[in-house]
């Protein structure tokens, strides 16, 4: 389902907005504080191991500490305005769409791009460390 939602995490709830995220007190709704995005962002928060994981328009993945607003990891991707959906995790992957068809694969465990992405006939697979193009759409 496309659009931003709100995500719940240790009590709270992370709400996303153009250029942040609230972190809102569930019971009273009040905003507890924001943490910036720089670039803005259209997507919904993801929680991996405590942290929370977003790309912002330009395609730079962040992975950031909520409780200190710190951004951890910073990897620049070659997504473009990723769409309005959550970061998807897999294991210590980490997955979302770019606006052109392009799908990023983070490895969470390395802070690397660590994966790619192909298409098959059944639906999507993982194929580790190799770059290719499959019907004109560059997988990275």
Do not use: W
């Not at 970061?87 to 606006?99: E, L, S």
Request: aromatic share 10%; proline share 4%; glycine share 10%.
């Amino acid at each position: 389902m496309f659009g931003r939602h709100v995500v719940g995490y240790d009590q709270k709830g992370l709400f996303p907005t153009d250029s942040a995220i609230k972190i809102l007190n569930i019971t009273t709704g009040n905003t507890i504080k924001k943490i910036k995005i720089p670039g803005g962002s259209k997507m919904t928060p993801a929680i991996y191991k405590n942290t929370i994981l977003m790309a912002n328009q330009q395609g730079v993945f962040y992975k950031i500490n909520p409780n200190s607003g710190k951004i951890i990891t910073k990897l620049q991707t070659k997504a473009v305005q990723p769409v309005a959906v959550a970061v998807t995790v897999h294991g210590d992957k980490a997955f979302f769409p770019g606006r052109r068809g392009t799908i990023v694969c983070i490895n969470l465990a390395e802070k690397t791009r660590g994966c790619k992405i192909y298409r098959s006939v059944s639906g999507f697979g993982i194929r580790e460390r190799r770059c290719f193009y499959v019907r004109k759409i560059r997988y990275i």
